[in-house]
């Protein structure tokens, strides 16, 4: 009988190999895990200054992988010692010293050629490298955790040389890209690489890293979004407006859900200035990061699928990031958040409601969109709950008065950035273009405020 011998995993002559130690696995996975936690950070860092919606669209992805990554690893350590090496401090300085410098990234050009030219590729070879040494059997565990980060991170490197194909335009787009991937490559060979095993260089080009670094969180927008600065969005009262038609309001649901990249935005912020939080808590909210980041994308489908330029038709302003960024601490901008969440709770008036209008229209796109978005707000209810209310030991009705004080506060705030861009009301247009009727909202008065988050009382 010659059945397959080792549940299929391998033969006996390839598990009669005895890889990596226990001690090697330990040490090597100390330190993707603590690399996978400053990519996570470098993302969260570039969300809000990097201007191109799709490179937004693909860090809130990896960020969110990065930091489950840095979960695998951590939990795979403790599994293999008791008690666990503490893993909240940089196991090699020389580590800290190649991001101190790839975040210094001079542009979207050499933010993409730093990170996925550079870092990327590296844990890459490193996650294969590390794979095909462990033994087959005895470190089956970590061989099929390495499996799935693989995958993920070769995903995210097809992404990351798309990107740079598409920003390289011009031999001086190509030097630039190559000059700087060099630059880091030197730091993070001086660092000994990902597994901590290669020669350093020589010598190492003069650090663009010589003050601490500040991170970025204005919001921006590339010069496509041509009404990036007018903050008037009547999609906000006509979604919930009693007699507009439903096709009206399922339009406004998916302007909304595009807005939504500015949730991303103001989230990079929360979680970046976090301080003493569990692991647990960077890869929940990363999560819903990203989840917010998806929301954006179904409405971008949406109008993709009508033929709509939602680029420049749609007033896709940053203004929630804004206020909550520049305006408000990370516990009150998270206080907002979370009112808005429970505001979507309720069935009449929340996401089970928003998901009605667009059955009720008879939307297959924009329901199953809704659909998915409600579910997604159901988790984010339960996030808010465990590292706002739990964490912070503070009660939901205290959260909420808070989060609806600032909300109504900062509305004020966008005053002073009304200047870069024209008020209007763009809406009635807008309508008729796209659905080739009058809107219902004749008495629309201009405001900027998002009357969702009152409904949390």
Known sequence: MSLPTLA????YEEAAQPGYSVADNVARMLRYAWIEKRAMETQLYWINPTPEWEVKEALSLHLYQDADHARLFRERIGEMRNPPPRMDVSPDERIDRFFEELWRAQ???????????????????????HYDASNPLVDHPTRRMLRFLILEEEDALAWGRAALDALITS?????????????LRAYLDAAGGIMGDQPAPESLPAPRATEAFTPDFFPRRDERFTGQWNFVFPPHEVARTPGVPVEEKTLALMCKRTLEMDVPEAMARMIAEAEDMPWAYYVEMC?????????AMMGSVYFES????????????????????????????HAVLYTIEQSLMPAKTGK??????????????????????????????????????????????EIVRLGQRMATESE??????????????????????????????TDYTLGTADPVYRAAE
């Open 287 to 295: 999560r819903q990061l990203w989840d917010e980041a998806r929301h």
């Open 412 to 441: 004020g705030a966008l005053q002073q950035y009304e200047s870069r861009g024209e008020q209007v009301n763009w809406w009635p247009g807008f309508v008729r273009d796209v659905l080739g009727q009058e809107s219902a909202m």
């Open 306 to 333: 009508k033929g709509v330029d939602w680029r420049r038709e749609i007033p896709l302003h940053p203004g929630f990031a804004l206020r909550l960024n520049l305006h408000m601490t990370p516990l009150e901008a």
């Open 107 to 129: 542009g979207t050009l050499e933010k993409v050629a730093g990170l996925y030219g550079v870092l990327k590729p590296a844990l890459l070879d490193a996650y294969r490298t």
């Open 8 to 11: 299929g995993l391998c033969t």
């Open 171 to 183: 031999d001086e787009d190509r030097a630039r890209a190559d000059a700087w991937a060099g630059h």
């Open 352 to 397: 089970k409601y928003e998901w009605e209008v667009a059955v009720d229209a008879h939307d297959p796109l924009a329901t199953a969109f809704q659909d998915y978005d409600w579910a997604d707000e159901v988790l984010h209810a339960q996030i808010g709950r465990r590292w706002l209310l739990d964490a912070h030991k503070l009660s939901r009705d």
